[in-house]
């Protein structure tokens, strides 16, 4: 068990009760597809992570059934080759759990664990894992740089640090410094509807992590 804040783990129990149309969704997808992970999905990566990348809920056919983050779905191939490609990962992304690939100084999670109907977490569902999101935070001792994949994971972030969302607003390359020293990089969701109406290019997402690797270094 990772350790936790206040008695939160950092990790939320696969069969997380805590919201119920989650709940149902989830078992809806058991029964339809039972070879799936079908559970709350945990945090992919380094122990010792420097950065964590912070999605916002797994997808249902991407990490629900794979349960690894981001595995998949396209929004993976964007997300593992950039992390790749500035130092943040080693092997090749086969889209399967099992592929070998591992993050370097590096972590990616969740603001939802549980995949949501239409990939639409309510307000109340965000805020029943946020303390999650928050553990699984103080449980990295070397953390320094955040990246938010889009508003509603830049807003958990804020929230998770006591601040509210107008403190910091959102915008693909914002940059925003977090009371505990860390700080905050936000960019637009890496999605197959981002990236095919070209509202993020692989350029602008790469921008964002070159900036990761630039603070950390």
């Known amino acids: 068990m990772a350790p936790s804040k206040a008695g939160v783990p950092a990790e939320a ?17 058991a029964r339809a597809t039972p070879e799936g992970f079908n559970g709350a999905v945990p945090s992919f990566g380094d122990p010792h992570a420097e950065l964590l990348v912070v999605g916002l809920a797994p997808g249902r056919g991407g990490a629900n059934t794979t349960g690894r983050p981001f595995t998949r779905d396209y929004a993976g191939e964007l997300l593992y080759g950039t992390l790749k490609k500035y130092g943040f990962a080693t092997g090749e992304y ?6 070998g ?16 109907p239409e990939n639409k977490p309510t307000p ?40 509210k969302p107008t403190a910091h607003k959102f915008g693909h390359g914002a940059e925003a410094p977090l009371p505990n020293g860390h700080t905050l990089l936000s960019s637009y969701h890496c999605s197959r509807y981002n990236t095919q109406t070209k509202r993020l290019t692989a350029e602008m997402f790469e921008a964002v992590f070159a900036r990761a690797a630039a603070l950390l270094s």
């Open 94 to 99: 086969r889209a399967d759990p099992n592929d």
């Open 124 to 163: 109340a569902e965000i805020a029943a894992c946020r303390p999650f999101l928050d553990a699984r935070m103080t449980a990295l001792p070397r953390l320094r740089v955040l990246i938010a994949l889009g508003s509603i994971a830049h807003e958990s972030v804020l929230r998770a640090h006591g601040l």
């Open 13 to 29: 129990p696969k069969h997380c009760p805590l919201c119920p149309r989650l709940v149902a969704y989830r078992q809806a997808n």
């Open 101 to 116: 690939l591992t993050l370097v100084r590096a972590m990616i999670t969740n603001a939802v664990r549980c995949a949501p």
